[in-house]
C-alpha cells in the first residue's frame, strides 16, 4: 500500500510540473547529468526533471526518478536549481510582437499614386521586424501595395 502511494505521489508530482523544452536544437543544453549533493553529504548522480513548490525531482543514472525537497540540497544545487528555472521561464515567455497594418486603409490604394510616407514604411519595417524571429519558418515580402506572408514549414502531427 505505502508502494502505491508513493507511486501515485511521484506521478501526480510530475503530470502537475510543467517542464520546458524550446524545440530547438542549435542552442547548448545544461550537461545531461550531474552530481547532487544533499545537506547530509550524501551524492547522487542523475538529470535535472523539474522543481516546483520546493520539491525537485532528479532522474537517476539508473533511469529512477528521486523526489528531493530543495532545502535539502546543497547551496550550490540550490543555485543551480533557480538559475535552470530561470532559464525554463525565458524560454517560456515569449517576447511581445506587435503586428499592425496601416493606419489608413486607403494609403495602400494610395501608394501607386504617391510615393509612401515616412510613417507608411516605419509600419511596413516593424512588420518586416515582427516577422524576423520566425524567418526559419515564414517567408514575408512586401511592395509598395502590399506585405505577405507565407508558412515556409508546416507542423508534422503524429
Avoid at 135 to 148: E, L, Y
Wanted: with cysteine; aromatic share 8%; hydrophobic share 40%.
Amino acid at each position: 500500500m505505502q508502494r502505491f502511494l508513493w507511486l501515485f505521489l511521484l506521478a501526480s508530482q510530475i503530470c502537475l510540473t510543467a517542464v520546458a523544452h524550446d524545440g530547438d536544437d542549435s542552442h547548448q543544453h545544461p550537461p545531461a547529468e550531474r552530481q547532487w549533493t544533499l545537506t547530509t553529504g550524501e551524492t547522487l548522480v542523475g538529470s535535472f526533471v523539474s522543481e516546483r513548490d520546493g520539491r525537485v525531482v532528479v532522474r537517476r543514472s539508473d533511469g529512477w526518478l528521486r523526489p528531493l525537497t530543495l532545502n535539502n540540497l546543497s547551496p550550490s544545487d540550490q543555485q543551480w536549481v533557480a538559475e535552470r528555472q530561470l532559464q525554463i521561464r525565458q524560454l517560456n515567455t515569449l517576447p511581445e510582437y506587435l503586428i499592425t497594418s496601416l493606419a489608413d486603409p486607403t494609403a495602400a490604394a494610395n501608394l501607386a499614386v504617391s510615393p509612401p510616407t515616412a510613417d507608411i514604411v516605419a509600419q511596413k519595417q516593424l512588420l518586416e521586424r515582427s516577422f524576423s524571429p520566425f524567418s526559419k519558418t515564414v517567408r514575408t515580402r512586401s511592395d509598395d501595395s502590399f506585405f505577405t506572408w507565407n508558412p515556409t514549414a508546416y507542423p508534422i502531427m503524429k
